[in-house]
């Protein structure tokens, strides 16, 4: 009876949330798999009818009549990996050590200094990115400031650069970086640190012998919210590259809107997904391994 | 573009936000600042009809939204070309404007619709250029594209082209001599070609270059004739319809099928008939217009400006964008080329 009864509260309990993701995600998932394998309909939308040349034209089975292959695709999708993977390493390299000194600063600035981390939610992205454009323009304050300084006599050339894109990518990112990377080192044992320098470790040893293992969720965690969405983003691009170094997010957007292509801008889509879950996978079974 | 169609959506959410009033009301969807909020501000006066404005910022951006069943909205203003994909697909409803004694007004040479000759379904709008902004201090004279692609190297100035496949398209075809709506394999590979060899000195495909013109870090821009309204104070910037030949648009305002207050449509496209509105509309919006009689009502400064009020043998030179059908993919192929290219 009783079992009967938490299995019952149990299925009421989790009824709204399965409801939730079952209508909101799944569907829309399914929605996006099926499309991909349809053929495109001339004025947007679909045509019920099996078409595996979407994926043929990104990976090289198709017969250059119907569609033709491109190399160009999977170009950028590389491209998009690499920035990606950058972004999370240059957030992990800068998020790291403040992360450490924050964790040992009395309680109330502590307190102040998250409050500082999140305080760029509470405006807009779109409009924070036109304050980098701004910023990052050859007569902006940036490259005016250092010519002013002395440190450059010629005008700064970042605005629609590739670097421009991943300095804008950190930006936007190191907020999801530093957090869960703070939660990880504020929950530091730090008698065991002080324990291994007694016992004759050297300062590197206690770093990656104490300090790393016991962090390692926090690196993992805040690499993964880093990297899903840095591999889609195209509004960084699409502002601060000047569509030069097109993205696999900005190439998705094309196909849904100019190209009218949905199924294609769908099969891109399915395989962003799949490569971004596989590359999670591996790097969180890698992890496991080695802080086990 | 993306930055635009969030801030549309946050539009939307606000507005759907509001109270629900029980007082007549139009709901447009419109280009952004494609229309003098002045003109909605007179219509609301006149018919007591509140209007609501949501933006889009392309057609493809629209059909899809329509397409995917967005209800609510009375009027859309699309160009030519998806005028005509929108009538084939049955999304547009029948307003039989041309039988109204103003439509006399509408000079029938904007009755460009393959599919609507006689302008049954929607009213001629507005029409524009697509051209050379540049910074003529930097740059010196600018007459076409050959000068405009020769900027970088011959004054170290930057150049930017819109983020937009049809319209870079376009000038390759219309440097090959081609048709900007050719489906022909090989004009789309020679055009392909020439944005290719120009692609090294091009600083940025954008939508924002108005700015970086006004302030100096671009020296000139490709962009719509309707950036003159950022540049009426600095002589020094210039707007230049290309000598080899470029892109007209036109917008006309239709009726949706699903609308759901026909009749307040109607009266939107009969108070735009009016020639003193359409000429308010202009002496913001610094396009054309198809109102014959509105020409005559604009301010001097448009007047004369045979940049903006074109003349007729500037007006041989452009070309207006036709649906490409199923020859889409390749120009899209093209564009991807382009835009990765090193």
Known sequence: MSRRRERAVLALLLAP????????FLVPLATIVVFSFLTPGLYGGVEWSFYHWNYGRIFGWADGITEVFEPVYLRILGRSLGFAALTVAICLVLCYPVAFWVSRLPERWRALFL????????????????????ILRPSGLLGEGLMALGLRSTPLELLYTPVAVVLGMVYVMIPFMFLPL???????????VEAALDLGATRTQAFLKVVLPQTLPGIAGGAVIVFIPSVGNFIVPDILGGARGLMVGNLVEQQFLAARNWPFGSALSVIIMTVVLTVLLVFVARLRARGA | MTIRTVAALALAAALAGGPAAAEETLALYNWGDYINPEVLKRFTEETGIAVTLDTYSSNEEMLAKIQAGATGYDIVFPSVHMQDIMLKLGLLEKTGISAHPDFANIDPAFLRSKEDPEGEYCLPYAWGTVGIFYNEAVTGPVAGWADFFAIPEKTGGKISLLDDMREVMAIGLIMNGKSVNSTEPADVRAATDYILAQKPKVTAFTYESMALLASGDLAAAHFFVGGNVFFTETPNIRYVIPAEGATMYQENICVLASAPHKENARKFLEFYLRPEIAALNVSQQFNGTPNVPANGLTPDFIRQNPNINVPPETMARLQIFEDLGPALR????????????Q
């Open chain 1, 182 to 192: 703070f939660a990880a080192i504020d929950t530091l044992d730090r008698a065991q």
């Open chain 1, 17 to 24: 949330v399965t409801l939730y993701l079952g209508v909101f």
């Open chain 1, 115 to 134: 409050f500082l981390v999140t305080l760029p939610f509470f405006s807009s992205l779109i409009v924070r990115l036109y304050a980098w454009l701004l």
């Open chain 2, 330 to 341: 390749a120009y899209d192929r093209a564009w991807n080329t382009i835009r990765t290219a």
